[in-house]
DNA sequence: GAACGGTTTAATCGAGCGATTAAACCGTAT
DNA sequence: ATACGGTTTAATCGCTCGATTAAACCGTTC
């Protein structure tokens, strides 16, 4: 039962949508109140009725993708226990954002940011939680190693934030995804070595002394 | 001695060196043929004269910052026959093309041809080389090697390009360049480690038949 | 049924956009 | 001296942009 009084709600959410989905298929230039209320089959004036102007409803729309995707990923990830599961569980979620589009959101918004310093500030205050997010993860199943000491989880999470950031670029010089899968493949080849890694290379501990003039 | 006749190959040049400046510091979107002709000290109109339109003129100068680049990073990499070294040259790269904007120019280009199909093309046309750059410049050092087999260095390749778009993106979410450090810190210690493994790796020849059921 | 108020609409503003054009400019060749 | 032609300029066109506004809409409340 939608009474007028309360049909903002829905107005909102529809904008939302069209945002999300103008911004992936459009680029942030090609994303403007008209093009995003057309889409939501909506008047342009309600983007600043509702939401004040463009770019809070695009930060809307981002967030309402990160909060889905966050959960989603949390259930993925809390599983796995071993380096060789996370890879695993890491692959599953690049993919599923990947296809999903919300690496494009997220990365579009970033890369709009580059011009607009007051937009910056609201981007990194949402990329903060995906970085602890990996840190964490991270240091939940390597934490303690060996190998945590080589590669310590918040500087791991900052790579696979920028790869994250960057596999959205590199599939539009991908149109039929043979490269993108090239990398998934690769992932999945060195996934069951990562295990190795952790168990053996504390192992070796012999003086290293003499080991190479370069 | 500049004659009239010709002067136009030094507006070209200003034209070029503007547009590179503009999409660094402006992005895609704060990018047009008035802001880059007033950045060159030069008519707006002569954008559209000498290049034909402003798409043509950010090829041009893509193509002026890719030429130069690669050139460059030739050098750097030509000395390198170890993988330790290569890290180390390929952590040169990143960081001279980070800090000159190279990679900036870059991905803003591959971003803006997400809403434009015509663009695209001509972007995959300049990405290719880079890519064949890298897989060539790995299996010359680790070609033939079983790390070789583990990481295709075409597959490696991909992933070389994933990040180094990723890196333009991620350092626009770090101000203050902390993180960014921390990156190349990462690859730092990293690097060391992994002669480690084109050595010692081949050694391990275990009949790996009771490996793991998987 | 009349007033209220959250929502929606159409019209409009000034600005910047890509692109075009006619005219002016000015070395150079005749 | 004069005409040529590559280059530059200012003006202009039609368009889309973000944003604002007054009026209309309509369920709710009294």
């Given at each position: 039962m939608t009474t007028r009084r309360d049909s903002g709600a829905e ?204």
């Amino acid at each position: 039962m939608t009474t007028r009084r309360d049909s903002g709600a829905e107005t909102r959410d529809r904008l939302i949508e069209a945002a999300a989905e103008t911004l992936k298929t459009q680029g942030y230039a090609g994303t403007s109140a008209r093009t995003i209320a057309k889409a939501a089959g909506v008047n342009s004036a309600l983007v600043f009725y509702h939401f004040g102007g463009v770019d809070p409803l695009l930060l809307a729309a981002l967030d309402r993708s990160s909060e889905e995707r966050m959960r989603a990923h949390r259930e993925t990830v809390a599983g796995a226990t071993t380096l060789e599961e996370l890879v695993e569980a890491a692959t599953r979620v690049y993919r599923a954002d990947m296809e999903g589009g919300h690496i494009t959101l997220f990365s579009e918004l970033v890369g709009a940011s580059i011009a607009r310093p007051e937009l910056r500030a609201e981007i990194v205050k949402r990329a903060d939680p995906w970085i602890d997010f990996v840190e964490q993860t991270l240091d939940r199943v390597i934490g303690g190693s060996p190998l945590a000491r080589l590669l310590p989880p918040r500087d791991v999470a900052y790579a696979a934030i920028t790869f994250y950031l960057g596999v959205n670029l590199f599939t539009h010089l991908d149109a039929d995804r043979t490269r993108t899968e090239a990398l998934f493949g690769l992932a999945a080849r060195v996934a069951p070595r990562a295990r190795l890694l952790t168990l053996r290379m504390p192992r070796r501990r012999r003086p290293a002394s003499t080991e190479s003039p370069e």
